[in-house]
């Protein structure tokens, strides 16, 4: 399991490098999610399967449905999407599909592998675990977090949408 962590961190530096360098928003959000599905394998690879399925929920798929709002939150018109259409051409998806084909190939080594005797026992984490973490001393945290995630979300529809114009 050590091969399985040390590789999918790396290929969460990598992609996650490919989108801070990156110039197309399109490429970096496709690596975006490769690199949250290898912070997913991580935690996979850790013994925590609680914690990589809330990953590939809640962020992998909050990252999308976010995406999907902005375009439509920004309303472009049909020259932009004729741009991403140009900029969403086949060659642009060997990347991302390369990182994630080796993601899936490590997931299936770790699930089919014999399992090792290693000295360190890992032991799984459940959800009424995660629920009494969250909600019993750390109410207060997840509290503010939310409060948080919610003025920013309207501090972005705030100063996102069109005034009419007159």
């Known amino acids: 399991m050590d ?5 999918s961190a790396g290929v969460a530096v990598v992609s ?3 989108v801070v360098t990156g110039t197309n928003p399109v490429h970096a959000l496709l690596y975006l999610v490769v690199s949250l599905l290898a912070v997913a394998m991580c935690f996979f690879s850790l013994g925590a ?6 990953e ?12 999907v709002f902005v375009v439509m939150m920004l309303n472009l018109g049909p020259a932009i999407a004729q741009q ?3 900029w969403l051409t086949p060659r642009i998806w060997i990347g991302p599909s390369l ?11 770790a ?20 629920g009494v973490s969250l909600f019993g ?4 945290a997840v509290e503010l977090a939310s409060l948080l995630l919610l003025a920013a979300l309207i501090a972005a529809y705030h100063l996102g949408r069109h005034e009419a114009k007159e």
Request: hydrophobic share 60%; aromatic share 16%.
């Open 56 to 67: 590939i929920i809640v962020y992998a798929g909050a990252i999308m449905v976010l995406f």
């Open 84 to 86: 991403e259409r140009a």
């Open 3 to 7: 091969f399985a962590f040390y590789f």
């Open 111 to 130: 699930l089919f592998a014999e399992p090792s005797n290693a000295p360190l026992a890992l032991t799984s984490v459940g959800p009424k675990e995660v």
């Open 16 to 18: 996650t490098l490919r």
């Open 99 to 109: 990182l994630a084909g080796v993601l899936l190939l490590q997931l299936l080594w």
């Open 49 to 54: 399967p609680f914690a990589g399925a809330l």
């Open 137 to 140: 001393p750390y109410l207060l």
